[in-house]
């Protein structure tokens, strides 16, 4: 006797619901319907589709990341590590899909990009606001990065209160002092405003921490220092990703909105997250 098959293909004694009154529940959760037509294509170019829905797939993943280092940040405010790992952990996946997202952009040609780049008018990656919330929680503040978003208000007053508040290092580093690490007060009480600067007396905590990971009392520290060595070596993936689809498709000529295009993107491609992180293993 055959069974019947539901929806899935999966063989099953009953077939799905398939009546609903209004929309599908799936619908009313996912947004499938606004999502899927969200894309409002500005050229004849049949190459634009891919380039908006990656750019708009690239918005979705900064939201999830940023929405996982907002939960670690607070966790570890609130010295709740195992919390804080799981966060960065789930991050570490979302950031390798992040990355993912440049292999559909990554071979374009610049007669290729050429065919529908004016579409973008202005319209810069720089723009963004929620990557400009990534940058901020990994502690690259900028007040000036604020400027473009003065015409919309909410947008502008997200970004204003992330610029004052800690940063997922700012926590971190405050966990190591109420631990009894001797992070300087200079570091724990600075501008939050400003982007942050290395400290050899941090460096020098973290080569402590990374001297003896197994015996030491603070061994849950090595191995969040470890997670977030991760997050670091992913964003500079995702730095140089972006750097090298640039350079491919557009060579060394002026970035859309006016940036500086490839010679802007060398520069944060050197830049280190965490750079105490780093520096330190020459002295472990």
């Known amino acids: 006797m055959s069974k019947t098959l539901d929806a899935s293909g999966v063989g099953g004694s009953e077939t799905p619901n398939l009546d609903f009154a209004g929309t599908t529940p799936y ?10 037509h969200l894309q409002h294509l500005r050229s004849d170019d049949p190459g634009e589709m891919v380039f908006l829905v990656t750019t708009q797939v690239m918005e979705l993943w900064f939201t999830v990341i940023v929405h996982e280092w907002e939960t670690a940040t607070k966790a570890l405010r609130e010295d709740r590590i195992p919390v804080a ?16 997202s440049w292999r559909p952009l990554a071979q374009l040609t610049p007669g290729q990009f050429n065919a529908y780049r004016s579409a973008l008018g202005e319209g810069s990656g720089f723009q963004s606001a929620m990557y400009r919330r990534m940058e901020f929680l990994l502690g690259e503040k900028s007040a000036s990065m604020l400027v473009p978003h003065r015409g919309a208000p909410r947008v502008h007053a997200e970004l204003e209160k992330a610029l004052h508040e800690p940063s997922l290092y700012d926590e971190v580093l405050r966990l190591l002092a109420r631990r ?4 300087p007060d200079a570091v724990l009480n600075r501008d939050l405003s400003l982007r942050y600067e290395p400290s050899a007396e941090v460096e020098a905590v973290w080569t402590g921490l990374y001297a003896a990971p197994d015996t030491n009392e603070n061994a849950d520290l090595h191995r969040l ?3 977030l060595t991760d997050v670091a070596e992913l964003v500079w993936r995702w730095r140089n990703d972006h750097l090298v689809a640039t350079r491919r498709a557009m ?9 500086a295009g490839v010679t802007w993107l060398e520069k944060r491609a050197t830049k280190n997250v965490f750079p105490e992180l780093w520096t330190a293993r020459s002295y472990v």
């Open 27 to 36: 619908e009313d959760y996912v947004q499938a319907d606004v999502l899927t």
């Open 85 to 100: 790992m799981d966060a960065l952990k789930r991050s570490l996946r979302e950031l390798e899909a992040l990355n993912a």
């Open 180 to 183: 009894g690490l001797p992070v």
């Open 225 to 227: 220092g470890e997670v």
């Open 251 to 259: 060579g060394a000529k002026t970035g859309t909105g006016g940036s």
